[in-house]
């Protein structure tokens, strides 16, 4: 069966935004490449990729547009994301969590984009690729868009100024003179191995500024929704964490549905029962750790950790540091 690589709707919006306000032929164009001429209705449509790249490269050059995929990304903003996937990241303790949450459901974006983290001394690449579209004519339209949302991602935790020292893309592609100025200090490379951006280390264990700002999408099902729950769990949790912790079917009983609805509901959002736990006791930590002079073993009881070494592992699967780390970092601001 042949593969048909599919982009939101979303994401061709502001190309088509310019051209409309340039006065530009936007319907025959969109015509020519057979893709549907009310798109405001269809935004979070699927539409095929490869007429979606020929149709901004064709625009772009007929049009006298230079960078086009940039100018189209600053229409763009976090909220053009998913509905689930922004409710998750807005539900990340950290930010490495948040970026993780994004490589994960990547595919549902453009179905064959896959994300990544790469690990590199004192920096961290977040990098991205479509499959199968090596060699491929005008894919920094894509890659441009492919870039500029994970930088939205980490300025809901690093603030809304935030900028990576390097912009990287996997075609051989250079920026105008017009798109450089808009990015100071910012090197661009091309002709990578994937699209990336970079980001110190140390920016992964940032935590969220954005908690509850992102409403949660309907479970379309009677009683509270999943991320309803994550809420109710995020506040009644941290009273058990020095003691016994509730198992997930007392939480069940709690919440008053069945083990497997609760389940089922969470599985829905891409959470799990587990996954709200060790939220809740990382951000407990990260409290003591970040206001108080307890021992990392204090700390480490005080959230539910029997085992320090255990604390330490789990510590830094979410903040990608260890705790005396975070706590370093913390106390340099």
């Known amino acids: 069966m042949a593969d048909i690589p599919l982009t939101r709707g979303q994401f061709l919006l502001p190309f088509v935004g310019i051209l409309d306000e340039m ?9 020519k490449f057979r893709l549907p001429s009310s798109l405001e209705e269809k935004s ?3 539409l095929p990729l490869l007429p979606v790249l020929r149709f901004a490269a064709t625009a772009g050059r007929t049009q006298g547009i230079e960078d086009f995929g940039f100018l189209a990304t600053q229409r763009l903003h976090f909220s053009h994301l998913r509905e689930r996937t922004r409710a998750l990241i807005a539900h990340s ?5 948040a970026l993780r949450h994004a490589c994960r459901w990547a595919s549902r974006e453009d179905t064959i984009l896959s994300m990544w983290i790469e690990h590199h001394d004192d920096h961290a690449r977040v990098c991205s690729r479509l499959a199968g579209t090596n060699g491929l004519l005008n894919l920094e339209y894509a890659q ?24 990287a ?11 450089r ?25 940032l935590s969220n500024r954005s908690t509850g700002s992102s409403a949660a999408p309907h479970d379309h099902a009677d009683g509270p929704s999943a991320f309803d729950i994550v809420d109710l769990l995020k506040l009644m949790l941290p009273a058990y964490l020095d003691e016994r912790t509730p198992a997930l079917a007392e939480v ?24 709200i736990l060790d939220t809740v006791r990382y951000e407990n930590a990260a409290r003591l750790l970040r206001d108080t002079d307890c021992r990392i073993i204090e700390v480490a009881f005080s959230s539910g950790y029997t085992d320090p070494a255990h604390f330490s592992r789990a510590f830094r699967r979410i903040a990608g540091v260890t705790p005396r780390q975070f706590r370093e970092q913390s106390r340099l601001g």
Not at 23 to 29: E, F, W
Not at 169 to 179: S, V
Not at 252 to 275: C, I, N, P
């Open 44 to 46: 979070d449509f699927y």
């Open 23 to 31: 006065g530009a032929p936007t319907h025959s164009l969109l015509e």
């Open 144 to 167: 441009w868009i492919q870039n500029i949302f994970p930088i939205y991602i980490i300025r809901q935790f690093a603030g809304p100024d935030w900028m990576p020292t390097t912009i």
């Open 93 to 97: 303790p950290t930010l490495l969590v």
């Open 252 to 275: 069940a009983e709690m919440a008053g549905v069945s083990a497997r609805t609760f389940q089922r509901k969470l599985s829905h959002v891409g959470l799990t029962y587990s996954d």
């Open 181 to 205: 100025s808009s990015w100071p200090n910012v090197r661009f490379l091309s002709g990578q191995h994937a699209a990336w951006i970079s980001l110190p280390i140390s920016h992964l264990s």
């Open 169 to 179: 893309f996997e075609t051989r592609y250079t920026p105008g003179p017009a798109t």
